[in-house]
């Protein structure tokens, strides 16, 4: 069956660092455009970032930007989210999300509703 999985997740300090992995089974994450979400507590499910098949484009959510970076291994059926300069704000479950087009449509590609899979989520905890 298609599957993702997030790992990664864990409780870290405000100023630090954490890499989160998004693994596809059942299905060629090759083809497909991949996001990562996050949602906290008594929050909406938010867009932080998308990334197209052949990684040729990326986006950001504005709160993120300069602060974590998405990438892909698709020799690998990965997907990576690495955060930086971690802030409380940051706090909540990450999930990745997948569709299969190969580009991305700036403004769409961070909807919840433009993704076919989704994983379970990663828990992401920072406080001091």
């Known amino acids: 069956q298609a599957q993702l999985v997030e790992s990664g997740g864990d409780l870290v300090q405000p100023g630090g660092s954490l890499r989160l992995s998004c693994a596809a089974s059942?299905?060629?994450?090759?083809?497909?455009?991949v996001a990562w979400f996050r949602q906290a507590p008594g929050k909406e499910r938010e867009g932080i970032s998308c990334?197209?098949?052949?990684?040729?484009?990326?986006y950001f959510r504005e709160s993120v930007k300069g602060r974590f970076a998405i990438s892909r291994d698709n020799a690998k059926n990965m997907v990576y989210l690495q955060m930086n300069t971690l802030k409380p704000e940051d706090t909540a479950v990450y999930y990745c999300?997948?569709?299969?087009?190969?580009?991305?449509?700036?403004?769409?590609?961070?909807?919840?509703?433009?993704?076919?899979?989704w994983g379970q989520g990663t828990q992401v905890t920072v406080s001091s």
């Open positions: 990334i197209d098949s052949r990684s040729e484009s990326t």
């Open positions: 059942g299905f060629a994450l090759d083809t497909h455009s």
């Open positions: 999300a997948a569709r299969p087009r190969n580009t991305l449509i700036n403004g769409i590609c961070l909807s919840t509703g433009w993704y076919a899979y």
